[in-house]
Structures are given as structure tokens and as C-alpha cells.
T-cell receptor, first 113, second 109 residues
């Protein structure tokens, strides 16, 4: 595996389900990110982890819960989601937080029914 | 708050018809301006980083330039495989990337 991988690629869940998104980076980076991408809107930053510490939570509802067990892995735990949470969820990594280019995974297309 | 505005929102080009995409930005302490390419249903693919006004970067048919207020992505003699959405982002003093909504480019054979 190379770059940034995400699983699953597609997910359909009901509003009462609990599921998790997984991200793994193979680039030796120290910062990881979760973004939400909705149609006709810019990418929205959700969470930032730097050196395995959460350094930013961008006013995200508590039904989204991130976890970073080590510098290569990032999870997004989902529970009691709403239909408006349907979107493409993207994971990214960079060498460090700040003016460094971020490399993105392929994304998870989430549909909440 | 850092802001990025991209224009035009959508662009249709004939194959071989060169054009430019615009990214206007306001940022407190520019640390970098980034261009990405995104194909439908996929994650953004990194293209270029520009750090200071006057800087230029090239890759195949793409050339990115930067001034103190805007960046341009020039597409020279585009081919159908250049069809994608091009995203511009800036990193400022808050260490975040602020993205624009993108330029959707379609190149017609």
C-alpha cells in the first residue's frame, strides 16, 4: 500500500447505527486530518492530529468522534448521524501541521438514511 | 479568517484551447498556496505549492503562478484527460488549509 488509504470506500447507515471510518498513511507523516466534502461547498476541516495529539476540533458535533492510536492510523467513529451528514469524508496527512502540502486518501462516500 | 475565491466556477474548453483558472485569496501571513486536482468520487491529488509572490511551478500542461493577492493555474493545450475539478487552498498563520469551492474543467475532444 502506498500514500493514504481509507476504508470503507462506501458506507450506507441508518441514523441509529454506529460505524467507524479508517484511514492509514504510509508516508511517514506526523499530522493527520479529517475533512468533510459536500456538494458545492469548500472542504470543511473537522479534526487535526499532530504527533498523535488532537490539536484542533473545528466545532464538530459530538456524534463524530476521532481517534488516533498512532501516527499512521486515524479513525472517525460515527453514531446517531443525521441525513445532512451524508458527504464524502476525506482523510489527509502532512509532514507537519502548517505550511506543508497535505496528501489525501480516496475518501469514504457516506450516505445516512 | 482566511478566504479563497475561485473563478470561473465551471469551464468548458475545446481540446487544445488554452485557458487560465483564478484563485483570489486573503490570508494572514501566507505560509503556502496549494493547487490540487480532484476527479469525481476521488480524493484531491496534490499538484503544486507556491510560497511567495513571483514564484512559478510547472507540470506537463499546467503552470501555476502567484501574486500577493491571487494565483493562476494556466492550462496549455488541454487534453480530455485534464478534465477535473481544480482546488486552490491557502495556509496562513492559523496552520489550517482554507479551500475554495473549485474550478470544474471539462475538455471536449
Amino acid at each position: 500500500e502506498t500514500g493514504v488509504t481509507q476504508t470503507p470506500r462506501h458506507l450506507v447507515m441508518g441514523m441509529t447505527n454506529k460505524k467507524s471510518l479508517k484511514c492509514e498513511q504510509h508516508l511517514g507523516h506526523n499530522a493527520m486530518y479529517w475533512y468533510k466534502q459536500s456538494a458545492k461547498k469548500p472542504l470543511e476541516l473537522m479534526f487535526v492530529y499532530s504527533l498523535e495529539e488532537r490539536v484542533e476540533n473545528n466545532s464538530v458535533p459530538s456524534r463524530f468522534s476521532p481517534e488516533c492510536p498512532n501516527s499512521s492510523h486515524l479513525f472517525l467513529h460515527l453514531h446517531t448521524l443525521q441525513p445532512e451528514d451524508s458527504a464524502l469524508y476525506l482523510c489527509a496527512s502532512s509532514q507537519l501541521q502548517g505550511g506543508y502540502e497535505q496528501y489525501f486518501g480516496p475518501g469514504t462516500r457516506l450516505t445516512v438514511t | 479568517e482566511d478566504q479563497v475565491t475561485q473563478s470561473p466556477e465551471a469551464l468548458r474548453l475545446q481540446e487544445g484551447e488554452s485557458s487560465s483558472l483564478n484563485c483570489s485569496y486573503t490570508v494572514s501571513g501566507l505560509r503556502g498556496l496549494f493547487w490540487y486536482r480532484q476527479d469525481p468520487g476521488k480524493g484531491p491529488e496534490f499538484l503544486f505549492t507556491l510560497y511567495s509572490a513571483g514564484e512559478e511551478k510547472e507540470k506537463e500542461r499546467l503552470k501555476a503562478t502567484l501574486t500577493k493577492k491571487e494565483s493562476f493555474l494556466h492550462i496549455t493545450a488541454p487534453k480530455p484527460e485534464d478534465s477535473a475539478t481544480y482546488l486552490c487552498a491557502v495556509s496562513g498563520g492559523n496552520n489550517r488549509l482554507a479551500f475554495g469551492k473549485g474550478n470544474q474543467v471539462v475538455v471536449i475532444p
